[in-house]
Nanobody, 118 residues
Framework: QVQLVESGGGLVQPGGSLRLSCTAS????????MAWYRQAPGNQREWVAT??????????NYADSVKGRFTISRDNAENTVYLQMNSLKPEDTAVYYC?????????WGQGTQVTVSS
């Protein structure tokens, strides 16, 4: 059983920044990749960013809506993946979920709320 624990959400003004963390219960090298998704009220869950974790290269990919504003990164020693969110907009308001893909299975965290409002 894989456990993923997210933290770092909160209330921030438009234009502000937040950093989300996702800590796994096992080495992130055992996952093919990890990702962040988000779900706003009344909307389907949408993909935000992915980072490869099985390789040392750790290549990344982003949704167009966050490209240039969000950065996904990892700390292998801490079994943690981060999402640095800058220039936040009200439309970024959502519950953010961490995802880890391993052996054909998607594993999810409990989510952390991000609210962007003045």
């Amino acid at each position: 059983q894989v456990q993923l624990v997210e933290s770092g959400g909160g209330l921030v003004q438009p234009g502000g920044s937040l950093r989300l963390s996702c800590t796994a219960s096992r080495s992130i090298f055992t996952f093919a990749h990890m990702a962040w998704y988000r779900q706003a009220p009344g909307n389907q869950r949408e993909w935000v960013a992915t980072i490869l974790t099985m390789t040392s290269a750790g290549s990344t990919n982003y949704a167009d809506s966050v490209k240039g504003r969000f950065t996904i990164s990892r700390d292998n020693a801490e079994n943690t993946v981060y999402l640095q969110m800058n220039s936040l907009k009200p439309e970024d308001t959502a519950v953010y979920y961490c995802n880890a893909y391993r052996l054909g299975a998607n594993n999810w965290g409990q989510g952390t709320q991000v609210t962007v409002s003045s």
